[in-house]
């Protein structure tokens, strides 16, 4: 079971995903942010996040080329039994809506939605939605910031838009982010529940 969960900086994906872990009671269950997972794609992200007037084009490709690695090193494990569960922070939709917002090209990030959501069989997939501004003031009380999380809520806010359209258009649910936590992550299980009882294994086996 591949459990994608998208959203803008602050939107609660890190919490989410270690609330999704403790709640997995039927086998093996981990989180990974799929830019950071490997050696090359902390790497990349290092170039990245250390890169003044970087092209979005090249921005974008970078960010999908890490992703991409990711998927490559995850091969062995590509289909995981129904009881085992990976999380992913961001996979697809992150290169749509911050690319978008970076003003890549829509043929570029077209082609990269499409490599990526072939390169790993992800089973679902939802987006914590919060507005810019309250993820802008999560992500202030944190401090320590990369140089996405630095550029204000009016940012986020763009970012976020881009998420809900391709939210719309994929049909990916959209999940509440200001909701307590076991609110969020309670409607999370239960549509990793309703996939699991639709691949035909027992209910025995879901969250
Ligand atoms: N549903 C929520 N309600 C209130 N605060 C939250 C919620 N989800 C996350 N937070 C807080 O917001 C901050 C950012 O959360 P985090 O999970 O790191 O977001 P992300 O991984 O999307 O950047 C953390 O301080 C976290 O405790
Ligand atoms: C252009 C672009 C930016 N980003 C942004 C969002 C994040 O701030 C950062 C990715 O870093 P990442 O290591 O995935 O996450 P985070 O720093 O949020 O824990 O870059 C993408 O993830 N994908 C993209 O295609």
Known sequence: MIVCVEGV????????????????????????????????GDTVRTAIMAATGLMADAETLAFASARLHTAGMLAATRCPPMTELLVLERWAGAVVAYGTVAGASPFLLRALEGSLAGALPVDVTVLVDVPGDV??????????RNRFETLGGGYLERVRRQYLAWASIRQVPVINGQQDMATVAGQVARLISDRVAASGHTTKESA
Request: hydrophobic share 40%; aromatic share 8%; glycine share 14%.
């Open 9 to 40: 900086n602050g939107s609660g994906k890190t919490t989410l995903a270690g609330a999704l872990l403790g709640m997995w009671t039927y086998g093996h269950a981990r989180a990974i942010d799929p830019v950071q997972h490997t050696v090359f």
């Open 135 to 144: 993820a802008e003031a999560r992500l202030k009380r944190l401090g320590d």
